[in-house]
């Protein structure tokens, strides 16, 4: 079996990252033309976003995002990468990340469900289960006068050793309980 390996440089992967998100757009927003985001075909056939910082002297890419659907399996995939990518990041550093090249429908939200399907960081933010507490018993409620019920427990003899001699204790412990 012949075993390919081929090098991809960075010119490839931005064209077939083009040739993907040109499909993801075409599959959902053909039939939704009406968007109230302003929109813009873009040279390379793609959807951008006008923002309001189209003056700010930054990347075009930050300035004019592409516009991704909600409910794509290449947009989960794309936000659990970066998810990923970013050391598991929450919803907010996960969303800013994002919007540097991609404006996402409801991206809070879809963000938020990326990450709940996420296994390692379910697993770290699972809280522990809490029981409920059973009833106390009838002698540890029922009204008592003080020193009605006490504890008494000897034990011994221990054999202590203080240098060279050796001692003999024993060990009394005496509980009050008054319980209000």
């Known amino acids: 079996m012949k075993e390919l390996f081929c090098n991809l440089n960075v010119e490839e992967c931005d064209k077939a990252e083009k040739i993907i998100l040109r499909k993801v757009q075409r599959e959902c927003f053909e039939k939704n033309r009406n968007l109230s985001i302003q ?22 890419s930050f300035r004019y995002p592409i516009l991704l659907p909600s409910k794509h399996h290449i947009v989960d995939k794309l936000i659990f990468d970066k998810h990923v990518e970013l050391c598991h990041a929450g919803i907010q550093v996960l969303m800013s990340t994002l919007r540097e090249e991609y404006w996402i429908i409801k991206s809070r939200k879809t963000i938020r469900q990326v990450i709940r399907n996420c296994l390692r960081c379910k697993r770290f933010s699972i809280h522990p289960l809490q029981s409920i507490s059973a009833p106390l018993p009838e002698d540890r409620i029922r009204e008592a006068q003080v020193f009605e019920v006490i504890g008494v427990d000897l034990c011994g003899p221990l054999f202590l050793k203080d240098n060279k001699n050796v001692g003999l204790s024993y060990l009394l412990v005496l509980s009050f309980v008054l319980f209000i």
């Open 39 to 60: 929109t813009y075909l873009d040279p390379d056939d793609l959807l951008r976003v006008k923002t309001r910082i189209i003056q700010r002297k930054d990347q075009d």
